[in-house]
């Protein structure tokens, strides 16, 4: 098993960064891919991007490519997710989540934090 902390959400003006981290913890927590999603009030949970657990592997949704960007520390078995020009639309629960899949289907993901509010303003 696998305990996922987020930390890093809060609110920021449009333009502004973020970085958000996910820190796992268990004794086989880098073997796990690690997720990003998003939950916006009123809508459905949104794949943001994702790393697998070597680190090689990667994808960031397609829109939001260029803006965001998802990297591992190994060594300290958290996983980042740098989020640059925020748009009031970024607002939302941030949530990382493992897996033992590379995947971006929710659906696959097992084991999930407790979530971190991200709030742009205009």
């Known amino acids: 098993q696998v305990q996922l902390v987020e930390s890093g959400g809060g609110l920021v003006q449009a333009e502004g960064s973020l970085r958000l981290s996910c820190l796992a913890s268990?004794?086989?927590?880098?073997?796990?891919?690690v997720g990003w999603f998003r939950q916006a009030p009123g809508k459905e949970r949104e794949f943001v991007a994702t790393?697998?657990?070597?680190?090689?592997?990667?994808v960031v949704a397609d829109d939001m490519k260029g803006r965001f960007a998802i990297s591992k520390d190994t060594a300290k078995s958290t996983v980042f997710l740098q989020m640059n020009n925020l748009k009031p639309e970024d607002t939302a629960v941030y949530y990382c989540?493992?897996?033992?899949?590379?995947?971006?289907?929710?659906?696959?993901?097992?084991?999930w934090g407790q979530g971190a509010q991200v709030t742009v303003s205009s």
């Open positions: 790393i697998s657990g070597s680190g090689q592997r990667m």
């Open positions: 989540a493992a897996s033992y899949e590379f995947s971006d289907s929710a659906a696959r993901y097992a084991y």
């Open positions: 268990g004794r086989t927590a880098n073997y796990y891919t």
